[in-house]
C-alpha cells in the first residue's frame, strides 16, 4: 500500500472510528472500544493494553487479553519498559525487538521469552493522568510506518474520548447526588410537617426532636425521617 493510499484509508476509517469511541458511554467501555480498534484496525498488532498512572498507582484498566496484564507487571516489577517510558517522557516508544534492545536490557528478553517480541507504546493522558496505549506484537518488527502512524492516531481520539466520557459520567454523578440531596430534604421537609403538626411546634423545634434523634440512635437523619413518616412513632430522642 502507498502512503496516498494509506492516508485515503485512514480517513475513510477516521470517522467510523469516532464514532464507536465516542459512543461506547462510560469510561470503561471507552477504554475497552479503545484495546478492541486497536487489535482490528492496526495490522501489526496481536495484543493491546492501557496504562493509566492515577495517584501514583499505575494500572492496566483495559487489555485484549491476559498475557498483557503479564507483560505490563513486568515492566512494572523491573521498573522499565516503552510503555514506562512512554508515560514519563510523554512520547512515543517503538521497540522492534525486545530480544536485543539495549534500552530495556532486564525486562526486554523476559518479554521475548514470553513471546512478545515487538511494541509500540503511544502517550495517552487523560484529563491530566498520564497513560500510554501500548501495541504488542508477536513479531519483530511488527509495526511499519502505516501501523505506527494509525496507532498515534487512535492514541489521540483515545484520548479525547476518554475525556469526554470521564465529563459525562461526572455531570451524572452531580446529578445523582443533587437527585438525592432533593429526596432527603423532601423526606426531612416531610418528618417535620407531622412533629409540627403532632407536637404543636415550629419546623426548628422540629428538626432538633431529629437532630437529636439521629445523634442518639446513631442513623442517619434522613432514616429517622423516613421511619417516623412511615411508621407514625416519635423517634427516641434518648
Known amino acids: ?10 480517513t475513510a476509517n477516521f470517522s467510523d472510528t469516532v464514532r464507536t469511541l465516542f459512543s461506547a458511554g462510560s469510561v470503561r467501555d471507552t477504554l475497552a472500544q479503545v484495546v478492541a480498534l486497536a487489535t482490528t484496525t492496526i495490522e501489526g498488532c496481536d495484543f493491546a493494553g492501557i ?51 539495549e534500552r ?9 521469552a514470553r513471546g512478545i517480541r515487538s511494541v509500540l507504546a503511544l502517550p495517552l493522558p487523560v484529563d491530566g493522568v498520564p497513560g500510554s496505549l501500548n501495541l504488542y506484537a508477536r513479531y519483530p518488527h511488527a509495526f511499519g510506518v502505516i501501523d505506527r502512524g494509525r496507532g498515534l492516531l487512535l ?11 470521564r ?4 455531570d451524572e454523578r452531580k446529578a445523582a447526588n443533587l437527585h438525592a440531596a432533593l429526596a432527603t430534604r423532601e423526606v426531612i421537609g416531610q418528618a417535620q410537617g407531622i412533629l409540627m403538626e403532632r407536637e404543636h411546634i415550629g419546623p426548628e423545634p422540629a428538626f432538633d426532636v431529629l ?10 437523619l434522613r432514616d429517622v425521617a423516613r421511619n417516623l413518616i412511615e411508621t407514625g412513632e416519635r423517634p427516641d430522642t434518648g
Request: hydrophobic share 40%; net charge negative.
Open 1 to 10: 500500500m502507498t502512503e496516498t493510499e494509506a492516508t485515503a484509508e485512514l
Open 167 to 170: 465529563s459525562h459520567e461526572d
Open 51 to 101: 496504562f493509566l498512572l492515577e495517584d501514583g498507582v499505575l494500572t492496566t484498566p483495559a487489555s485484549s487479553d491476559p498475557l498483557v496484564t503479564e507483560i505490563d507487571a513486568l515492566q512494572h516489577s523491573f521498573g522499565e519498559g516503552p510503555c514506562l517510558a512512554a508515560i514519563e517522557e510523554g512520547i512515543g516508544f517503538y521497540a522492534g525487538d525486545l530480544a536485543d534492545d
Open 211 to 220: 437532630r437529636r434523634a439521629s445523634q442518639h440512635l446513631n442513623i442517619k
Open 155 to 165: 492514541a489521540a481520539m483515545a484520548g479525547m474520548a476518554v475525556s469526554s466520557a
Open 104 to 112: 530495556w536490557n532486564t525486562f526486554g528478553p523476559q518479554a521475548a
